[in-house]
C-alpha cells in the first residue's frame, strides 16, 4: 500500500512527486514514456520563471526529475490501463502490475487534437506529425504546413524554419490567435507564409505526404498545396480516460477539481493540461503539481488517522467480548 500514486510524468506529475518526496511520503510516480510530458519536446521554453534567456524543454524536464529523484521519487515506466477506488484506497492496473495507494494524482495531461481528415491515420509517422521539434529535421530544404493559429502552432512553425525551405502556416480565420510577440517573429520571418481563410480537407500522399487539399471557408474554393510534411496543432484533448467513471468531467472531457486540485472522488486529485483551467503552460502545471501534493498529504493524513480510530476502536470491542 502506497502513501500516493501519480499518473503521469509532466511537468504537473513532476512537481508533485517533488513535493511529496519532501513531505516523507511513500510515493510513486507511473509514467508511460519519457518524463517531461509535452514541455520535454519543446525546443525552447521563454516564459518560465527564473530562466531569462530560455531553457530547453528537455533541459528543464532532465532538472525536474533530478530533483524529484533527490526527494526520493520512485518513477516507474509502464501504461497504466485502469484506476478504481474503494472505500479506502485506489486500485490501479498496469501493463507491469497492480499497485495501490490511498491518494492518486491524475496528471495525464492533454493530447493532440486530430484533423480526423482523409490521409491523415494512414500518413501518420510518414509526414503527418505533431511535434515538430521531433520530426523537423527530417524535413531539411523541404516545403511543410502548419495547421493551427495559436502559440504552439506559430512558435512550431518559426522552429521548423529552421530545417524546411518554406513554411504554410494554414489558419480557419484571418488573423493568429498566437501572443503578439509571438507573431511578430513569424510575420517578419521571409520563410514563413500564411494561408487565411482556410482549412484542410485531406491530407495526399501514397507512402508519404505529398500534398494537401484545402478550402477556402469564405469562398468555398478549393486547391491543391503541394507539401512534403504537415504539423498539426489545433487543440489538445485531456487525456482522462482513466477516470471518467469516477471524477466529474466538463463537456470537453477535462477533469473538474477545484483550487486544491481536488476531483469530485475524494482522494483523487488532479493536475496539470488533464484538468479545466483557464491557462495550460508548464507554469500552471507545476503549480497544481504542488498544490495536489500538499492536499493529498492532508488527505492521507486525515485517513491515517481514521484507520488508527478503526484500530482501536476494534481493538477495544474485542477487549470487552473477552
Not at 53 to 65: F, K, Q, R, S, Y
Request: proline share 3%; glycine share 12%.
Amino acid at each position: 500500500m502506497r502513501d500516493l500514486i501519480i499518473v503521469g510524468g509532466g511537468p504537473a506529475g513532476l512537481a508533485a512527486g517533488i513535493y511529496a518526496g519532501r513531505a516523507r511520503l511513500d510515493v510513486l510516480l507511473l509514467e508511460r514514456g519519457m518524463p517531461g510530458g509535452l514541455a520535454a519536446t519543446t525546443e525552447v521554453i521563454e516564459n518560465y520563471p527564473g530562466f531569462p534567456e530560455g531553457i530547453g524543454g528537455p533541459e528543464l524536464a532532465g532538472l525536474m526529475v533530478a530533483q524529484a529523484q533527490r526527494f526520493g521519487l520512485e518513477i516507474k515506466n509502464t501504461h497504466v490501463e485502469q484506476i478504481s477506488c474503494s472505500d479506502r484506497y485506489f486500485t490501479v492496473r498496469t501493463e507491469d502490475g497492480v499497485f495501490q495507494g490511498r491518494a492518486v494524482i491524475l496528471a495525464t495531461g492533454a493530447e493532440p487534437q486530430l484533423l480526423n481528415v482523409p490521409g491523415e491515420e494512414e500518413l501518420r509517422g510518414r509526414g503527418v506529425s505533431y511535434c515538430a521539434t521531433c520530426d523537423g529535421a527530417f524535413f531539411r530544404g523541404k516545403t511543410v504546413a502548419v495547421v493551427g493559429g495559436g502559440d504552439a502552432a506559430v512558435e512550431e512553425a518559426i522552429f521548423l524554419t529552421r530545417f524546411a525551405r518554406k513554411v504554410l502556416v494554414i489558419h480557419r480565420r484571418d488573423e493568429l490567435r498566437a501572443t503578439k510577440v509571438v507573431q511578430q517573429r513569424a510575420m517578419e520571418n521571409p520563410q514563413i507564409e500564411f494561408v487565411w481563410n482556410t482549412v484542410v480537407e485531406e491530407i495526399q500522399g501514397k507512402s508519404t505526404v505529398e500534398g494537401l487539399r484545402v478550402k477556402n471557408v469564405r469562398t468555398g474554393e478549393t486547391r491543391a498545396l503541394s507539401v512534403d510534411g504537415v504539423f498539426i496543432y489545433v487543440g489538445q484533448q485531456p487525456a482522462s480516460r482513466l477516470v471518467e467513471e469516477l471524477a466529474e468531467l466538463d463537456a470537453h472531457g477535462y477533469v473538474l477539481a477545484d483550487e486544491n486540485m481536488r476531483t469530485s472522488c475524494p482522494g483523487l486529485f488532479a493536475a496539470g493540461d488533464v484538468r479545466k483551467k483557464l491557462l495550460r503552460q508548464v507554469v500552471t502545471a507545476v503549480a497544481d503539481g504542488a498544490i495536489a501534493a500538499v492536499a493529498a498529504e492532508k488527505y492521507i493524513e486525515e485517513m491515517k488517522e481514521k484507520e488508527k480510530a478503526v484500530s482501536f476502536s476494534d481493538t477495544a470491542e474485542k477487549g470487552r467480548g473477552d
